[in-house]
C-alpha cells in the first residue's frame, strides 16, 4: 500500500500543532522577558514564578524535548514510518488516560480530549491505516536487503 489514507494527514496536522504548542510553551518558561511571557497571563495554571524555579525549567527542558519528539513523529507519519506511529499511538494513549481522570476528577471539560483521543486511537489502529505503516516498513526493510 503506497498511497497515504487521509486522515493519517490530519493526525501529523494536530500533531504538529501540538508540538509548536510545546515549542512555544517551552521557549516561554526558558527564555524569560520575551513577549512570550503574555501567554503566562492568559491562563496560568501553575504557581506563582513556577517558570523560575528549577522544577520550572526542568518542565521546560521536558516540553522541549518532547516538541522535537513531536516533530520527527510527524515526519514519520507523514513518511509511513511504523516508529512514528508508535509514538503516537503511546502519545494518545496518555493523554486519553490523563484526560479520563482529569474528568473522574470533576472535570468535564476534559470530556473532549478523551473523545479526541480515542477517535484518533481508533482510526490509527484501523487495519488500512495500520497497514500504511506496516507495508512502509516492510518496503524499506526489502529494499536494504534485510527482508526477503
Do not use: H
Not at 515549542?23 to 501553575?46: E, H, R, Y
Amino acid at each position: 500500500m503506497t498511497n497515504r489514507p487521509t486522515g493519517v494527514l490530519v493526525v501529523a496536522i494536530v500533531a504538529f500543532l501540538a508540538a509548536v504548542v510545546a515549542l512555544i510553551v517551552a521557549t516561554s518558561i526558558l527564555f524569560a522577558g520575551t513577549p512570550l511571557d503574555t501567554i503566562w497571563s492568559l491562563k496560568n495554571s501553575f504557581p506563582a514564578g513556577f517558570k523560575n524555579t528549577s522544577v520550572g525549567i526542568l518542565f521546560g527542558y521536558l516540553l522541549l524535548v518532547l516538541a522535537v519528539v513531536g516533530f520527527c513523529s510527524v515526519y514519520g507519519l507523514v513518511k509511513g514510518l511504523k516508529w512514528a506511529w508508535w509514538i503516537v499511538i503511546v502519545t494518545l494513549a496518555v493523554n486519553g488516560i490523563r484526560d479520563a481522570v482529569s474528568v473522574a476528577q470533576g472535570n468535564i471539560a476534559a470530556i473532549s480530549g478523551v473523545l479526541i483521543a480515542a477517535v484518533f486511537l481508533f482510526y490509527l489502529t484501523r487495519p488500512r491505516v495500520k497497514g500504511f505503516f506496516d507495508d512502509k516498513a516492510s518496503s524499506i526493510m526489502e529494499q536494504q536487503g534485510t527482508f526477503k
